[in-house]
């Protein structure tokens, strides 16, 4: 069956031709969506999934810390956040020196970060 006709065509037929290939597609598009919704709607718990919100950003440690490092990001503690955390009262600074390695060939740089006496 063509579209394309050479000779004259009867306008009944091509109204013919034409409904057959919509009917064909349309039963092409429904029986895809209905194949598509048998293998998307399978799942491996008969439970509906549910959709939880993300939480926002914080500390996800099970332990409470001290109210005097509320707000601060790990490993960027104060000096009185680290002291009430380890017990101590007091706190030493540690001086670093950061080297750097250059490798000319693949154009990259490491840095290293140690302590310094």
Not at 15 to 28: D, F, H, R
Not at 52 to 76: E, F, I, V, Y
């Amino acid at each position: 069956m063509t579209f394309l006709h050479q000779e004259e065509v009867v306008p009944n037929t091509r109204l013919k031709e034409l409904s057959i290939a919509t009917v064909a597609a349309l039963g092409v598009f429904f029986g895809a969506a209905a194949a598509l919704d048998r293998f998307v709607g399978e799942s491996s718990s008969p439970d509906p999934v549910i959709v939880t919100t993300a939480l926002s950003k914080s500390d996800r440690m099970n332990a409470t810390l001290p109210l005097t490092c509320n707000g601060q990001a790990w490993g960027n503690w104060s000096a009185d956040c680290v002291s009430a955390i380890t017990g101590g009262e007091t706190t030493r600074n540690i001086r670093r020196v950061t080297f750097e390695e250059r490798d000319f060939a693949n154009r990259t740089s490491t840095l290293v970060r140690v302590a310094a006496r």
